[in-house]
């Protein structure tokens, strides 16, 4: 499978963006996604996540509230809405597909990744 995430950009704080995370060669409905970032000199950090349906959505504490996981199966596609960004939402974006052993706050629980995308936000 290959993840290709876009939407991403320069935005100030408060402004909003929309991730995009499409996927080809295999059918991402059966499968649990989830949003990771990774800011300079940091460790990659989880984002959101969401079921195969759409029906769970789990999101990290500095996120909740402002971002969106969602979903379209018949698009094979992932989104993330991210609102009233902050500088500190500044990171390489990156979608991955959940593993068998899927845990949705662990990178240790997906098994591809795409390549991400760029999220600056000025203050």
């Known amino acids: 499978v290959q993840l290709q995430a876009s939407g991403g950009g320069l935005v100030q704080t408060g402004g909003s963006l929309r991730l995009s995370c499409a996927a080809s060669?295999?059918?991402?409905?059966?499968?649990?996604m989830g949003w990771f970032r990774q800011a300079p000199a940091k460790e990659r950090e989880f984002a959101a996540a969401?079921?195969?349906?759409?029906?769970?959505?789990y999101y990290a504490d500095s996120v909740k509230g402002r971002f969106t996981i969602t979903r379209d199966n018949a698009k094979n596609t992932v989104y993330l809405q991210m609102n009233s960004l902050k500088p500190e939402d500044t990171a390489v974006y990156y979608c991955a597909v959940g593993s068998t052993s899927w845990r949705p706050t662990s990178m240790n629980g997906y098994g591809f990744w795409g390549q991400g995308t760029q999220v600056t936000v000025s203050s």
């Open positions: 060669g295999r059918t991402l409905s059966l499968y649990k």
């Open positions: 969401i079921t195969w349906n759409g029906g769970d959505t």
